[in-house]
């Protein structure tokens, strides 16, 4: 099997890679590629093999058990997507209980404050950046409140985390890592010598399982710095691109406003069709395993690309379409992996489709006229096969 350069599809790749995907499936649900930094991995482009992947224990995401050299975990501290079981349970374990839905419900009140906040500043301009006016700061509110950052600092991990999920620079995801963990520690000790408040990072440190197992604070450090990435950058896009998508096929966006019972069905699309997360973090290849008839041998890396998994006609009929009922019929969904399967399955999705829930449909509520922005100029795509979504969405109303 010859080796994909991803190189060769050029900037169209980054633009729209579903065409190129839906060739690779053609050819076979897996392929040895060489990605756009250089590196040399499989990608697993098939639904059911993706599926399988994902949840194949045979596969470590510890670089180290492989005899690998630590990348920037090294820096961060041990945290759950970098981690095996035993290792990964017990830590997932110790803070699994603060994001189960009913926890995440009772955030909807909040929630639902600071979009409405955010759309009472926005609305009377009659346009926005969409990104920077709603998409962006409604989730980086909300992670930093459930974790206890100070306001003043957000916008400061604006910066640090798109540097480390869609890198502009070499140097980006390690130069931004070392500045996000070093404010971390900082913040982690402030609330150490501070009396005790009801924010999820204070909780964490008095935190203590059945068993007297408690987080370490280079585990906490680790959780927080996953938990304000993972919190935020991925449910920036998946309101934005729901937003798009929405705007780009009228007649669902009629039938949404129409039918508000609807939202679930048009949020769990969007997670399909245009999620925010276009491949899973790395795995790595314990032993030969093999998928779709196809052998990758042992200390392999693996990559599961959910972009195309959710676009797999033998999955989805009709793939390539755009059905925000999609999921209300049966047999037809919705099963996924913008969140990934197995025990590394997003441990805050409920907080991501809450979010994303109630910012679409307060945006549409208030903004009846909703459009594209005529004037504006070409997306600017976020680089990168990791995060799926645009730097800016102009719309007007």
Excluded at 82 to 108: G, Q, W
Aim: net charge negative; glycine share 8%; proline share 9%.
């Amino acid at each position: 099997m010859a080796v994909i350069e991803l190189a060769d599809y050029g900037p169209d790749f980054n633009v729209n890679p579903y065409p190129y995907y839906a060739k690779l499936r053609e050819a076979g649900p897996v392929h040895e590629v060489v990605g756009l930094d250089g590196n040399r991995f499989w990608l697993v482009v098939g639904y059911e093999e993706g599926r399988s992947a994902l949840a194949d224990s045979r596969l470590s995401k510890a670089p180290a058990t492989m005899g690998y050299e630590p990348g920037d975990e090294a820096i961060m501290g041990p945290h759950v997507l970098t981690l095996d079981p035993p290792d990964h349970t017990r830590l997932r374990k110790l803070v699994a209980p603060e994001f189960t839905p009913r926890r995440v419900e009772a955030l909807r009140p909040r929630v639902q404050r600071i979009t409405d906040e955010l759309l009472d500043a926005m609305v009377p301009a009659g346009h926005a950046d969409l990104v920077d006016a709603l998409a962006f700061p409604l989730p980086i509110t909300v992670i930093s409140e459930l974790l206890g950052v100070p306001h003043a600092d957000r916008d400061t991990f604006r910066a640090w985390t798109n540097e480390i999920v869609a890198p502009t620079t070499p140097t980006g995801p390690r130069d931004n890592t070392i500045a996000l963990c070093a404010y971390l520690d900082e913040l982690i000790e402030d609330k150490r010598c501070s009396a005790p408040a009801d924010d999820l990072l204070s909780t964490l440190l008095r935190t203590r399982a059945e068993d007297g197992d408690r987080l370490s604070a280079a585990e906490l450090r680790a959780w927080a710095y996953v938990l304000l990435i993972a919190g935020h950058e991925t449910t920036v896009n998946l309101i934005s691109n729901a937003v798009r998508s929405l705007l780009s096929h009228p007649g669902q966006l009629a039938a949404l406003r129409a039918d508000f019972s609807l939202l679930d069905g048009a949020i769990e699309e969007t997670l399909r069709y245009e999620g925010p997360v276009e491949t899973s973090t790395i795995r790595f290849t314990r032993e030969p395993v093999s998928y779709g008839g196809t052998e990758i041998p042992a200390r392999q890396t693996v990559l599961v690309a959910l972009a195309s998994a959710d676009r797999d006609p033998t999955r989805f009929p009709d793939p390539d379409s755009f059905d925000i009922r999609r999921s209300a019929t049966p047999g037809r969904g919705p099963a996924h992996l913008a969140f990934g399967h197995g025990i590394h399955f997003c441990i805050g999705a409920p907080l991501a489709r809450l979010e994303g829930r109630i910012a679409v449909r307060a945006l549409l509520e208030r903004c009846p006229g909703l459009a594209f922005d005529p004037e504006a100029g070409p997306y600017e795509w976020l680089p990168g096969m990791l995060i799926r979504g645009v730097r800016e969405l102009p719309v007007r109303w």
